[in-house]
């Protein structure tokens, strides 16, 4: 066990002494955040700080008393293992509610014409105004992903189906992005299959590359 998480679990039982609501109790709680804080599971999605605000709640919530879920219990994981796995399940849960949004905002719509009977059906995506000029992060990206220097991108496909890689996802889902619906039309597979995909094995290699650059 490293010398953090020994730091960790003295503040935890140290924590656990004294009251709910306590100063004592608020005092070591805020010493734990701080020290895992760093430690914790990063994503460059928007819904994140939502997902990491829960994520203290419950912190906070069952460190020392089972309020609305499990209790921490310090001899089956570290702090920051209990918390990142916490996390990362709210993070899925936003990313479900995402897909769903979209997918209602993206649905089509019928147009009215001005005698108020339909006029023609059309896609509310396609009235958006065009995308601003691309952040410069993004043309970084698109580099990174297009040379593949190491071949891990290309290297990195779904179980029998060698085409479609790491890098070809990364490439089609970069502003102006191919919907998940047009990639499953053209690919033959489910949304699932392709965008599950996405989270387990691209994401994670799209977040180092953020990471490396300083971008999260």
């Not at 006029?119 to 601003?132: A, H, I, K, Y």
């Not at 889902?173 to 998940?180: C, D, M, V, Y």
Request: hydrophobic share 30%; charged share 25%; proline share 7%.
């Amino acid at each position: 066990m490293s010398d953090l998480d020994n730091q960790l679990r003295q503040l935890v039982e140290e924590a656990c002494q004294h009251p709910p609501g306590s100063p004592d109790r608020q005092k070591r709680l805020t010493q734990i955040i701080r020290l895992v804080s760093g430690k914790l599971w990063k994503e460059p999605v928007s819904y994140y700080q939502d997902a990491l605000q829960q994520t203290w709640v419950f912190f906070c919530q069952n460190l020392c008393e089972a309020t609305t879920g499990d209790r921490y219990n310090p001899s089956r994981s570290t702090v920051t293992t209990w918390l990142n796995y916490y996390l990362r399940r709210r993070l899925q849960d936003f990313y479900i509610e995402t897909q769903k949004q979209l997918t209602r905002t993206a649905s089509v719509q019928v147009k009215t014409s001005r005698s108020g009977e339909p006029d023609e059906v059309v896609n509310p995506v396609d009235t958006l105004p065009s995308d601003p000029d691309i952040p410069p992060i993004l043309d970084e990206v698109r580099t990174w992903a297009e040379a593949d220097e190491s071949g891990e991108l290309r290297r990195i496909h779904i179980e029998e189906h060698p085409h479609i890689t790491c890098r070809e996802l990364i490439l089609r889902r970069l502003p102006p992005e191919t919907s998940w619906r047009e990639l499953s039309q053209e690919f033959g597979l489910p949304v699932s299959t392709l965008s599950s995909f996405y989270q387990r094995q691209c994401l994670p290699r799209l977040r180092k590359f953020g990471e490396s650059q300083g971008y999260i």
